[in-house]
């Protein structure tokens, strides 16, 4: 047996053809001969080794002789090459220099590395920071992970000791990508404290591995009937700005979407979150088409506190002159009015944080049916007061001249007065109003509870 049967290799690495020819020409001195020596020992005594193992020598060869060729020929084996003989498999610091500078003189990273790529799309949540009505948007921060094979990046024929190698955002623009984007985000952009938050994994068979962390503004669809026992869907869709499906074809792994932590904000708190993919037609073909939609419901306690329990406040206050009586004229009409100002300041302060849309919305029926109770109060106070007018003013005599009937006074001395009827009609009003205005509203708020709550009676954070 020879030392190494070139003859017999397939040359599918231009690399070993090369070092056959090195070790068959003239260049061939004592020093090369020593090298090979421990190499052909090998082969003899595993005589079974496959073309691929003797493959992998002819790379460490390699090696050496490139350093050679820089540092000139040493006068023994160099106790590095030895070890790398002796221990069969290539560390990372020669893979790098193989795929960083060997490989890269015929590697083009604008050509596709198969003629259709399969790019397996992960996404992990990190957080979600902010979910606004008024510009119907959200903001994420997450992981985007990519999978795809290019055979250009393999290197497990250089027997590594390592299963793969990770590199950083300047390596990754050296390579083919995907050139992933989310084509419906209003803003998007890489963190980069310290530093771009791009990471990079070749395995030894091509398998590429790609994780950025962005944090990306998405749009959201918003339908406010029910605020604020509303939920609001936002949703972020994914696909390959240059490629279309027949170049790149893109689709979830498994599992599509990773969640690191429950999401709960002030004002919503994420309860679900679904994935699609499709094809989308444009001018050059259909596009692989990735889609997230996250599912938020409204967190409506603050709402109660500020909105709700304050009107129940204020419309039991407008019942107060109910009990007043007829006569206290001034003293209902102040606490009616102060009533009115109180229900419109308290609308005013709700709907000035929400967008101006042109439904009504769940909080615009209540506030507005309390404005409608506190009014129908002044309506009945306004009644009382038509019809005591009259009450109380002095009496004219027949001959045009206005007198007091004082010897009518003086007469009855200390008899019980009598209530005129128009005092015993109003009392009557007073009294049919302590029922009535409580029933109808304890009637009016179980129907908008069943209406509006069944949302929030299905399990609704608050």
Same mark, same amino acid.
């Given at each position: ?5 070139? &003859? ?39 005589? &079974? ?330 309506? &009945? ?45 109003? &009392? ?35």
């Amino acid at each position: 047996m020879v030392l190494v049967e070139c &003859e017999n290799l397939d040359f599918r690495f231009k690399k070993a053809e090369n070092l056959c020819n090195k070790i068959r020409g003239p260049q061939r001195t004592p020093q090369l001969s020593l090298l090979l020596r421990p190499a052909a020992i090998v082969h003899i005594e595993e005589g &079974e080794r496959s073309d691929d193992d003797m493959l992998s020598s002819l790379f460490l060869l390699l090696y050496a002789i490139r350093q050679w060729s820089v540092h000139g020929l040493p006068s023994e084996i160099s106790p590095t090459v030895a070890y790398l003989l002796d221990r069969g498999c290539a560390n990372d610091t020669e893979i790098i220099d193989h795929l960083l500078f060997e490989n890269m003189l015929h590697y083009n990273k604008h050509k596709l590395p198969s003629p259709q790529v399969d790019v397996r799309i992960e996404m992990w949540v990190q957080e979600v920071t902010s979910v606004s009505e008024l510009t119907q948007d959200f903001e994420i921060d997450l992981y985007m992970n990519e999978y795809w094979t290019d055979p250009g990046l393999a290197y497990d024929i250089l027997n590594p000791c390592q299963g793969n190698l990770s590199f950083d955002w300047a390596v990754m623009q050296t390579i083919w990508t995907p050139n992933t984007c989310f084509i419906n985000s209003k803003r998007a952009q890489l963190h980069s404290s310290p530093f771009t938050n791009v990471f990079l994994m070749v395995f030894p068979n091509g398998s590429v591995w790609s994780n950025w962390r962005i944090k990306s503004t998405g749009p959201c669809v918003m339908d406010l009937t029910k605020f604020p026992m509303d939920s609001i869907e936002c949703m972020l869709t994914f696909e390959s700005f240059n490629y279309n499906k027949e170049e790149v074809f893109m689709r979830w792994g498994d599992p599509p979407l990773t969640q690191f932590k429950d999401i709960v904000l002030p004002d919503f708190t994420m309860i679900n979150y679904s994935t699609s993919s499709k094809f989308q037609l444009y001018a050059a073909g259909y596009w692989s088409e990735l889609t997230v939609n996250f599912f938020f419901r409204r967190r409506y306690g603050w709402y109660l506190l500020q909105g709700y329990i304050p009107t129940y406040m204020t419309v039991f206050i407008s019942w107060i002159p109910f009990y007043l009586g007829p006569k206290a004229i001034p003293a209902r009409t102040m606490i009616g009015v102060n009533a009115l100002l109180a229900m419109t300041f308290q609308f005013g302060n709700i709907i000035r944080n929400l967008p101006r849309v042109s439904y009504v919305k769940a909080i615009d029926v209540w506030m507005l049916s309390g404005i409608c109770f506190v009014f129908a109060s002044l309506v &009945e106070l306004a009644t009382i007061g038509f019809l005591m007018r009259n009450e109380g003013r002095p009496t004219l005599g027949r001959g045009s001249t206005r007198r007091w009937n004082l010897s009518k006074s003086s007469a009855v001395g200390d008899a019980p007065v009598q209530k005129s009827a128009c005092i015993q009609y109003c &009392e009557r009003l007073d009294n049919f109003a302590r029922i009535a205005f409580p029933l109808v509203f304890t009637c009016y708020n179980l129907l908008y509870w069943l209406v509006y709550m069944r949302t929030a009676l299905e399990g609704a954070p608050m």
